[in-house]
């Protein structure tokens, strides 16, 4: 019994991060999920595999409703947790579709779709559910699936084209762009920069923070040329010393910020044919326990030189 449910839990962690946005709350909803099997007649599940997916979506479904009220209330802007590189949570990552799926920047943009809409586009873009596999986990009909899929493609279409990277690379777009935002220099950040790229961060309240995403090259650059300016009251609302390091977090570049082992802020940096188009900071502190429990683990390079 526990064993055929740990061989499934990776593939619930992955579903449950790609439609929640959150590693807790896929922690948690994979947790229930156990407590529904153990507490299931197992005798009369036919396809595990199946049943645990459904009852793992109707919980997630419940968690998104309840995390749509919440956001109301949210202070500043709501951004999805960072996931580092090798965390099972980021689950197959075989096709270009299965790796946009788990970026920071769709996972933003799914946030748009409604409940079933997210559901469906997760399944059948990331895991290569059937239309009719997926009609039977939400109890629709096959054709409503597709016209909800077709839906959620329109929905999160952004005409842009992104460039995959790989961690040799990664490390040097983030020294690119950590060297441009501290040079003091807008016109080195502005050339790093997308026309239309947007700064976005989730500081939760906790920090101060803009209250609506930046867009715009030249506003962008200017932001961050604020942000990286070194000073005593950044250093002491980080708590201490802080390192920078170029890590790959859900699957794209980003400049990790950390003190005393301890991840203080990520940035995640959306690279396109047209530059960085999206810089997506994430800083609320709940936000980023899981990362530090991966920081740990990680077999991390030098940090990077610098001052902030």
């Not at 980003?254 to 940096?269: D, P």
């Not at 959306?270 to 997506?280: L, N």
Request: charged residues 25%; glycine residues 6%; negative net charge.
């Amino acid at each position: 019994m526990l064993a055929l449910f740990e061989e499934s839990r990776p593939r619930l962690e992955a579903i449950a991060y790609r439609l929640l946005g959150s590693a807790a709350d896929a922690e948690d909803a994979v947790q229930d999920t156990y407590l529904c099997w153990q507490a299931a007649d197992r005798d009369h599940v036919e396809v595990p595999e199946a049943w645990l997916t459904k009852v793992l979506t109707n919980l997630c479904l419940n968690r998104l409703t309840s995390a749509r009220a919440r956001r109301e209330t949210y202070v500043g802007q709501w951004l999805p947790e960072p996931v580092f590189a090798g965390d099972r949570m980021l689950g197959p990552s075989e096709t270009v579709e299965q790796r946009e799926s788990v970026s920071i920047a769709m996972l933003t943009l799914m946030e748009r779709l409604s409940a079933n809409e997210r559901v469906v586009y997760v399944l059948r873009e990331a895991f290569g559910y059937s239309h009719g596999e997926i009609a039977e986990i939400l109890d629709l009909t096959e054709a409503n699936c597709q016209q909800i899929y077709r839906r959620a493609k329109q929905h999160l279409a952004t005409g842009r084209t992104r460039v995959e990277v790989d961690a040799a690379g990664a490390r040097k777009i983030v020294e690119e762009f950590l060297a441009a935002a501290l040079s003091g220099n807008t016109d080195s950040l502005v050339k790093l920069l997308a026309d239309d790229a947007i700064s976005a961060g989730d500081a939760g309240g906790v920090f101060p923070s803009v209250s609506k995403p930046i867009t715009g090259a030249l506003k962008v650059a200017r932001f961050l040329r604020t942000l990286f300016t070194p000073s005593a009251a950044k250093r002491e609302m980080a708590g201490g010393p802080l390192e920078f390091f170029a890590e790959v977090v859900n699957g794209v570049p980003a400049l990790v910020l950390a003190v005393g082992g301890r991840v203080f802020v990520v940035m995640s940096l959306e690279v396109t044919t047209d530059g960085i188009a999206a810089v997506h900071t994430q800083a609320n502190p709940a936000k980023l326990d899981h990362a530090t429990r991966q920081w740990a683990g990680i077999d991390r390079r030098e940090p990077l030189p610098g001052e902030w």
